[in-house]
């Protein structure tokens, strides 16, 4: 199983990942395009390292694929997560995790075609649900899990919410985390929570290889831990 | 300045058109000056609310200056936060940085025991947090700035309540700067008015207008007519009968002026 993680960068050589991180580029603006170029596997802000790790000691077994979005230069930075992300869908990874969103209406439909063409190549979008009120794309389309966080200290927790946007929580509070030059903190966060069903969902996938999103999503509910009316 | 091309030059309505944005330019200088300090205070007051209602031992808003890019902290509250005031990062560092590039709210805890990220950029401010959350302050689909709280007196971490609670207190910020910041972003905001009205202007093109409309403000700054504008700004605290005696004064000078253009230079 692959797993995409854009975000910040992973760190290539961080004893949380394990050696999985198989593949690491970055979205770079060229002459003001965002262009997909190598990358060395380092991570600008810890923050990728953190979601990798979490998914790496949930399930060992997974190939890590990163995509650096976040750069110096902030111009166009929806502009470039359009495109990491569009890499991970034409790769492709089995299940990419997204810890970021665009606030910009300009870039909807943009990620609408990409959540679109992600769900018709069962490629699973596992996205943080942003919590400031107002747009949030893609984490807000139906086709992607989205996640918040819960504060129950168990990564393998996780609940399904009958009543969307926001579809699912996972342990997103006081998270023991991997940071940036081979260093740990603790996270809170529905960022730190995503990776948990990003996780879970790349196990399921490894058992169970020709699932739709919407059955995985299915799957996801059945055996969340909340009780639901039968 | 980039040369305009000549189709656009001798165009009627783009020379109209470039009027208005003087005309805007101009009126956006004065509201800057009768509104000094108005964003300084809101965000001051948000501070203060944010660190006393988490009980925390700093609370600050970082906003993203240009040239060069930075993060640049502009107020804060609460008995560690006055120092940090004034200093700035760069966007692409530590949690602050985070929190700018992606618009998510983050916090972390056990911050002070490892010393080999964010407790950089913290010792730089003077103040070495245990734990810190930050959420961005978003303003028209935009992220402009970040609002963080330092280390709960209590010693507990932030919670994702908190998160949320400090997301509302976000929300408010991001509120007072967009109703403030019409001067400051002047240059980005009549840039942004070009784009929606003429969508198929070049960069060059809408930068060389944008350019024209806000030249001289700057250069203005010293004339009587902004110096009067200062004036004025400070009367807002005067009493009502004061107010009607420089309303009075400044009659007495218009009259004076009408009568001078009627009937020539005496």
């Known amino acids: 199983m692959t797993v995409g993680i854009v975000d910040s960068g992973v760190e290539a050589d961080h004893p949380a990942l394990r050696g999985r991180l198989i593949e690491s580029v970055a979205v770079e603006l060229r002459d003001g395009e965002p262009e997909l170029v190598p990358d060395d596997g380092t991570d600008l802000f810890g923050h990728g390292t953190a979601c990798a790790g979490i998914v790496v000691g949930m399930a060992p077994e997974v190939e890590i694929v990163s995509v650096r979005v976040l750069g110096s230069d902030l111009k166009g930075k929806g502009a470039a997560f359009a495109v990491g992300l569009d890499h991970m869908i034409e790769r492709p990874v089995n299940v990419a995790n997204l810890s970021l969103s665009s606030k910009s209406e300009a870039m909807m439909p943009v990620f609408y075609d990409l959540a679109d063409q992600a769900y018709f190549k069962r490629v699973m979008l596992v996205s943080a649900v942003n919590n400031v009120v107002g747009p949030s794309y893609p984490s807000l389309f139906s086709s992607v899990f989205s996640v918040a966080a819960h504060s129950e200290p168990d990564p393998w927790r996780f609940y399904y919410n009958p009543n969307p946007p926001v579809e699912f929580g996972a342990w997103g509070m006081d998270v023991p985390v991997a940071w940036r030059g081979g260093g740990q903190t603790v996270g809170t966060g529905n960022s730190f929570a995503a990776p948990h069903i990003t996780a879970l969902v790349a196990l399921i996938l490894s058992k169970h290889p020709g699932l739709t999103p919407f059955e995985m999503k299915a799957v996801l509910a059945a055996i969340a831990d909340n009780e639901r009316p039968a | ?266």
């Open chain 2, 1 to 266: 300045m980039p040369p305009l091309d000549d189709t656009a030059a001798a165009s009627d309505d783009l020379r109209t058109g470039l009027l208005a944005l003087q005309e805007v330019a101009r009126r956006a200088a004065a509201a800057g000056r009768f509104q000094v300090h108005a964003e300084e205070r809101l965000l001051q007051l948000i501070v203060d609310a944010t660190a006393s209602l988490f009980g925390a031992e700093a609370a600050s808003i970082a906003l993203f200056e240009r040239d060069p890019d930075r993060l640049e902290f502009r107020v804060a509250g609460g008995e560690q936060g006055s120092d940090v005031v004034g200093m700035s990062v760069a966007p692409t560092e530590g949690i602050v940085g985070y929190v700018f590039s992606t618009g998510e709210s983050v916090a972390l805890s056990d911050i002070a025991s490892d010393p080999r990220f964010d407790r950089q950029v913290a010792e730089r401010t003077g103040y070495v947090p245990r734990s810190v959350a930050a959420v961005p302050l978003v303003t028209d689909e935009q992220v402009v700035g970040v609002l963080q709280a330092l280390d709960k007196h209590s010693g507990e971490t932030f919670s994702v309540r908190d998160m949320e609670l400090l997301a509302t207190f976000a929300a408010q910020a991001g509120a007072a700067i967009s109703g403030t910041r019409v001067q400051h972003d002047l240059p980005l905001l009549l840039a942004s008015a070009m784009r929606e009205l003429v969508p198929d202007m070049t960069d060059d093109q809408v930068r060389a207008l944008v350019s024209t409309a806000t030249n001289g403000l700057d250069a203005d700054a010293a004339t009587p007519f902004w110096a009067l504008v200062d004036q004025v700004s400070r009367l807002r605290d005067l009493g009502e009968e004061e107010l009607d005696l420089v309303g009075d004064m400044l009659g007495v000078v218009a009259t004076h002026q009408s009568h001078r253009g009627r009937f020539g230079r005496r």
